[in-house]
């Protein structure tokens, strides 16, 4: 069964400043990997998906994310934060379930706060 | 991407009550799910809902505390029966889309609190 840990349970940054979340999965084919957005009182909102092809991938919001197959990583970067990005943040593997249907695991969620 | 909506958005309820939840979506799509965030918690799959076949559940939930249509290929109900403050939760509806490569896209959500 394929899982998702994300270390970093919550994060706080400066406005303008990196930002790097982290995560990785375990899943014993090539996986398909999720980055999802969960603002105060919100539903999920998808910032990218890597399924193929190249390694890193772009999303919404000046997203961006990197599958590195040798560390089972798929880390969530942006280079300059805005006060609009704090929110949860989640990663998610797809996979077979057992009835050969699709299914997403999710990790626990990074929370991130930005600092004016 | 698909739009879906949730019916009702939030609501407060009884212990013992039941609570039928609605979701929409504006496209016709074979493969929907519903899943349960606890406060604080990540999301987890309840169950997995095909039109015309009945709904598989994941370990730990069963049909008779969550039951769920899926009448249609635009339409499912998520039910949380006989509640107790435990099933406290936002419950969110998603649906597979985008053809073999399918990407769950997720609706707004209810949040259930159980007095």
């Known amino acids: 069964a394929q899982s998702v840990t994300q270390p970093d349970i919550h994060i706080t940054v400066s406005e303008g400043a990196s930002l790097e979340l982290r995560c990785n999965y375990s899943?014993?084919?090539?996986?398909?990997l999720f980055w999802y957005v969960q603002s105060p009182g919100q539903g999920l909102q998808l910032l990218l998906k890597?399924?193929?092809?190249?390694?890193l991938v772009q999303g919404i919001k000046g997203f961006e994310a990197e599958f590195k197959r040798s560390q089972s990583s798929f880390n969530l970067r942006k280079p300059s934060v805005h006060w609009s990005d704090a929110a949860e943040y989640f990663c998610?593997?797809?996979?077979?379930?057992?009835?050969?249907?699709?299914?997403?695991?999710f990790g626990k969620g990074t929370k991130l706060s930005v600092i004016p | 991407s698909a739009v879906i909506s949730q019916k009702p958005s939030r609501d407060i309820c009884q212990r013992g009550t039941s609570l039928t939840i609605q979701c929409q979506v504006d496209?016709?799509?074979?493969?929907m799910f519903w899943y349960r965030q606890q406060p604080g918690q990540s999301l987890t799959l309840i169950a997995t809902?095909?039109?015309?076949?009945?709904?598989?559940?994941e370990s730990g939930f069963v049909i008779d505390k969550f039951p769920i249509s899926r009448p249609n290929l635009t339409f499912s109900t998520l039910t949380v029966s006989n509640m107790s403050p435990e099933d406290s939760s936002i419950y969110l509806c998603s649906v597979a889309w985008g053809g073999p490569q399918e990407t769950q896209y997720f609706g707004p959500g209810t949040r259930l609190l159980v007095l």
């Open positions: 809902a095909n039109q015309g076949s009945e709904a598989t559940y």
């Open positions: 496209s016709q799509v074979t493969m």
């Open positions: 890597y399924f193929s092809g190249d390694t």
């Open positions: 998610a593997v797809c996979g077979d379930s057992v009835d050969g249907s699709y299914q997403l695991t």
């Open positions: 899943y014993g084919a090539t996986p398909y």
